[in-house]
């Protein structure tokens, strides 16, 4: 019997079978999850105090720095911005400007930890690997998932390469055979497309080719690039 914590992954996996153009179903995980995130920290969550503390010590990366910014709330990631700066002068230069020469190491540690910390990112990746486990469930107990599954017509790479990974970690050894035979079945089927695609929209701007058809090679550069970097479905100016 489906469980709530399973709906929002057979609805990713039915509607990649129903709109293939829309890629890898965790990739659609992953656009759901940063919608609600950001959704969520420019709303009531901003001024939390517990939300409020994770944001002033890990900030976020650029992405969505930027994505935070084309919202309509920027009084909210003012006022985020607000603390965070102000926690972060206190904390690389205590005593002054001068502080930081008696500690540069601890200084470079710090402001290296920031660069690669975000609030929204840490968020997204504790609900995805969940989400990665109840994947790896109801392919183990539901004969019509493990059918959906293996009807899927792609899995970006990072997201093949993360099946694996918990699927390895999480599945019997037998059981995890089975499971990545499949999975490696969806993903080198539209590897050879995709391969195909690429290597025909080169061929079209040869001029022996001028006047045969496109086929299905006009989008072959974004889905590769989707394909390899698992940015699949995602607007690529929106970054």
């Given at each position: ?7 929002p992954v057979n609805e ?6 129903e709109?293939p153009e829309?890629g ?6 992953y656009?759901?999850l940063?919608e609600?995130?950001l959704e969520r ?11 409020r503390?994770?944001t ?6 650029a ?5 935070m ?12 911005l607000?603390?965070h ?6 904390r690389?230069a ?11 190491a601890a ?6 930890a920031?660069?690669s910390?975000c609030?929204?990112?840490e ?5 995805l690997s969940?989400?990665?486990?109840t994947?790896l469930l109801l392919?183990e107990?539901?004969?019509a998932f493990?059918?959906?599954?293996a009807a899927?017509?792609?899995f ?7 099946l694996?990974?918990q ?5 019997p050894?037998?059981r995890?055979?089975a499971?990545?035979?499949e ?7 539209y590897?050879e497309?995709l ?6 929209y080169c061929k079209?701007?040869?001029?022996r080719?001028q006047?045969?058809?496109?086929y299905?090679?006009?989008?072959a ?8 970097s698992?940015t ?8």
């Open positions: 019997m489906e469980q709530i914590y399973t709906i990713a996996f039915d509607l990649a079978l709109h829309d890898c179903p965790v990739c659609s995980l656009r759901r940063e609600n995130e920290i420019l709303g009531a969550a901003m001024m939390e105090p517990d939300v503390i994770r002033n010590r890990t900030g976020f990366c992405d969505h720095f930027g994505k910014c084309r919202r309509k709330n920027r009084l909210g990631l003012a006022l985020m607000e603390s700066l102000s926690e972060w002068r206190s690389i205590p005593g002054g400007p001068a502080a930081l020469l008696h500690k540069p200084t470079v540690r710090d402001l290296a920031l660069e910390s609030y929204v990112c968020r997204i990746e504790f609900h969940r989400m990665v486990d994947v392919w107990s539901d004969p493990r059918e959906k599954f899927q017509p792609r970006c790479l990072p997201h093949y390469r993360r694996l990974q699927g390895e970690r999480k599945l050894k037998k995890f055979a499971f990545a035979k999975a490696q079945q969806v993903v080198m089927t590897f497309k391969c195909t695609d690429v290597s025909w079209k701007f040869d001029y080719y006047e045969e058809p496109w299905d090679s006009k989008d550069v974004e889905r590769a690039i989707g394909f390899l698992g699949e479905g995602r607007d690529p100016n929106d970054h």
